[in-house]
């Protein structure tokens, strides 16, 4: 897998490049500013983008800015932020549009998690770390359209948020894959998503649940 980086602190950056080196793929551009980002983007063509949300010339969400001029023009690409906290301004519209992940920093050192996550969003997933699940989904209550889920069930559609499989729910859940299709199924009758391809109505879930009041 070709990877471009877009990361300010040399010492995370080289890191990450020879993590991703080690493992196999190929790092074909670093850079540590968000304009540099997008001309090394749109030089290099990669497969995979990972980029720190905090970058220069501002500091603020410049990286994440860049990630969704990137995501304009490269729609095919994968995206991947890394956050040292939480930041949820522009999630919810990156991750409607697919091959996008949003991980905390410290999910690095999670190696085995982290490159599946890697894997997931570069074949056209998502992987969205579960505390920035949980921070979309941590507004008011009122009016919620998930009301009707079960406890469980609603186990279940934070992981299809995070970008699980139902095999990988199964296993984090301790269930068997026939469990979890049922509850996915339940769910997606709950929520009235009925009528397309369940790969479309799991996403439409998903967005239904990040999305909420």
Partial sequence: M???IGEDSVLFREGLARL?????????AKAQDAPGLIAAVAAANPDLVIIDIRMPPDLTDDGARAARRIRDTHPELGIVLLSQHVETRHSVDLVSRGRFGYLLKDRVFDVDDFFDALQRVAAGGSALD???VARLI???RAADPLASLSAREREVLALMAEGRT????ARRLWLTGRTVETH???ILAKLGLTGSEEDHRR?????LYLNRP
């Fill in 166 to 169: 139902n095999v990988g729910i």
């Fill in 2 to 4: 070709r990877v471009v």
């Fill in 138 to 140: 941590g507004a008011r």
């Fill in 184 to 186: 996915v199924s339940s």
């Fill in 20 to 28: 991703l080196a080690d493992a196999g793929h190929e790092v074909v």
């Fill in 130 to 132: 579960p505390e920035v």
């Fill in 203 to 207: 996403v439409l879930a998903v967005l």
